[in-house]
């Protein structure tokens, strides 16, 4: 190459000219080149392959259409289920079916970090092993209590603090005070607005032909023959 300069000084070495460059030198240095070219392609091809399984994982709002719904749970719920999930809070978590559609809900509204920290708390409070213990600490500290993090709850500073303490050496309670605040929120926030949501009335509605929907005591809300929800409670 520095003899290719020395004989033609005024050669310019854009990207029309640098095949016959590479011609000049020989068909081996035109295959070398055609190979790393390739190669390079392939590698951004791996970079964006690995990125995009990374967002779809994530999970993260901005790659989350709140109008997506996953209707395969709720065509297995029956409409008797769905209705004693508004006796209380803890019974709709108490049933499979009634976290995802309760987490679907939240999706809608931007929340699902909520329901997904509560989550990753319960099974974080099962685990033995110490080495599995730092490993999932440090997963839930980095992705949903740090400052800027991916999936960042709402916790006060003072109990994020606290977390990022416990980090050194963390324990199966080092989480607790942020799933109180965090369940806090979805119980008095969430969940209401859950029950008065097309989500959670449209199961409760899906009777046959003619059928008549029964009325149930909630603690949250009445439901009256057409399945629909009142905010107060009324006398039976």
Known sequence: METLLLLFPQFSFTAQKEEVYFRMLGPGATQAAKMKEDSSRQKDKERTSRLSLFLAKS???ENVSPHKTTNSTANNVSPELALRWSDSFEELLSHSDG?????????????KENIEFWLACEEFKTIDSRTKMLSKAKYIYTVFCETDSPKEINIDYNTRMAIQRSMAKPTKGCF????????NLMKKDSYPRFLLSDTYLNLTRRRGPGATMFRRRSRSCVFNERGEAAAEPSAW
């Open 59 to 61: 999970g993260s709002h």
């Open 99 to 111: 976290v995802e559609v309760f987490s679907q809900f939240l999706r809608k509204e931007f929340s």
């Open 176 to 183: 607790e005070a942020a799933q109180q605040q965090v369940y």
